[in-house]
């Protein structure tokens, strides 16, 4: 019997690059699992119901919520994002490591219910380079970017909350530094 991994939570502004790392760092490590949140987010163009995420409508967001079926969830950015509690716990039952990618609302509620996970915070290596990747995505709206942006400033002035901090200057370190952290490599 492998013993209970530690649950990794990855949280950071939006565009410092989160999902290009674990992109990166799960196509040599597809062992590692990443949990699939439901939102109520439109889908952007490329994203995939039941991979990228679980696009629900209000009605089923407010049903997921009432259930009791989410660890956490959190408005971030006029939607709502939560992370369905079953197949978290059953990966980890089974051994399997486990990786959260969310924000800082969420990021603090795992704190309080599942003491033993480990938070590590991406940073961009600076402002100026986290506007130019958020803006050179090209997914949002001005308004959009603008609203992230707002976000930006509070979940960067909350870092000395996590348990460490990774900068994403490089896609390839990062990755090998977060396949270290849970213990992969
Ligand atoms: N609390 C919480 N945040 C989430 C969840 N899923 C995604 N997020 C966060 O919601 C924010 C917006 O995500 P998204 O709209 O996909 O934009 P992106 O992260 O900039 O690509 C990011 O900070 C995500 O990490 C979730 O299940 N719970
Ligand atoms: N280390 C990096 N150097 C330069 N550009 C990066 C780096 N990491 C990510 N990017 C780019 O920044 C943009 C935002 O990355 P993304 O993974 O979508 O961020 P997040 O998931 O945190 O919102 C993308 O265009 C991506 O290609």
Redesign the pocket.
Known sequence: MSERPRLTVLS????????????HMRKEHPEVWLSVSATTRRPRPGERHGVHYFFVTDDEMDKLIANGELLEWAEFAGNRYGTPRAAVLEHLESGVPVLL?IDLQGARQVRESMSEAQLVF?AP?SWE?LVR??T????ESPEVIERRLEAAKIELAAEPEFDITLV????ED?ARELLALMNVV
């Open positions: 950071g502004p939006s565009g410092v690059g989160k999902s290009t790392v674990v992109a990618e991406l290596p380079e990747r958020l050179g995505r090209g997914t994403n200057t490089s896609v990062v």
